[in-house]
T-cell receptor
């Protein structure tokens, strides 16, 4: 079972920021928070991941709560190409074993309106 | 970023035949690859974990004799759907972990759309 909870869907206007929330109240100390997105008929695409500190890259920012029980993916300026299903996934950072599997929940379907 | 390539992108086969799907890591060595299946409007479901040079580990409910996985090299894993039936029609996706271990990102192939007629 997925260990994260996300809203089923969200809407955004083009060129506006989008905040995608994720709850992971049972996160363990070695779990990394990963975000991937999937466009229709494509494999998932890596977006960002982090452990404790907030992270920024060219695609997005990841804000992690101090207690790590929730996180927010931030798209600073949504474009039509950002319309996708966004998955928040916990991944055990310990090397080896099946804990490294990425178990996908239902994700959040983001719609972007022009 | 690292690239994972799947082939073919789509395939149509007759019921009862077998289909092989290849997953290659193009610019890194992947000791572990994962195979997922995705039905329409559903999320990805992990089928099996493939380790180079050893037998794959299948998730509960996935028939190992029907979905044969071979990971003979550090850059290639294959999934063979044997005696395919219409209910096996699905989107199959492979993934490989980065060389930094589980703390790094995973890379996904573009997926293979299998249609069994």
């Amino acid at each position: 079972d997925a260990k994260t909870t996300q809203p089923n869907s969200m809407e955004s206007n083009e060129e506006e920021p989008v905040h995608l929330p994720c709850n992971h109240s049972t996160i363990s100390g070695t779990d990394y928070i990963h975000w991937y997105r999937q466009l229709p008929s494509q494999g998932p695409e890596y977006v960002i991941h982090g452990l404790t500190s907030n992270v920024n890259n060219r695609m997005a920012s990841l804000a992690i709560a101090e207690d790590r029980k929730s996180s927010t993916l931030i798209l600073h300026r949504a474009t039509l190409r950002d319309a996708a299903v966004y998955y928040c996934i916990l991944r055990d950072g310990n090397y080896g074993g099946s804990q490294g599997n990425l178990i996908f929940g239902k994700g959040t379907k983001l719609s972007v309106k022009p | 970023g690292a690239v994972v390539s799947q082939h073919p992108s789509w395939v149509i086969c007759k019921s009862g035949t077998s289909v092989k799907i290849e997953c290659r890591s193009l610019d890194f060595q992947a000791t572990t690859m994962f195979w997922y299946r995705q039905f329409p409007k559903q999320s990805l479901m992990l089928m099996a974990t493939s380790n180079e040079g050893s037998k794959a580990t299948y998730e509960q409910g996935v028939e190992k004799d029907k979905f044969l996985i071979n990971h003979a090299s550090l850059t290639l894993s294959t999934l063979t759907v044997t005696s395919a039936h219409p209910e096996d029609s699905s989107f199959y996706i492979c993934s490989a972990a980065g060389t930094g271990g589980w703390s790094t990102e995973a890379f996904f192939g573009q997926g293979t759309r299998l249609t069994v007629v």
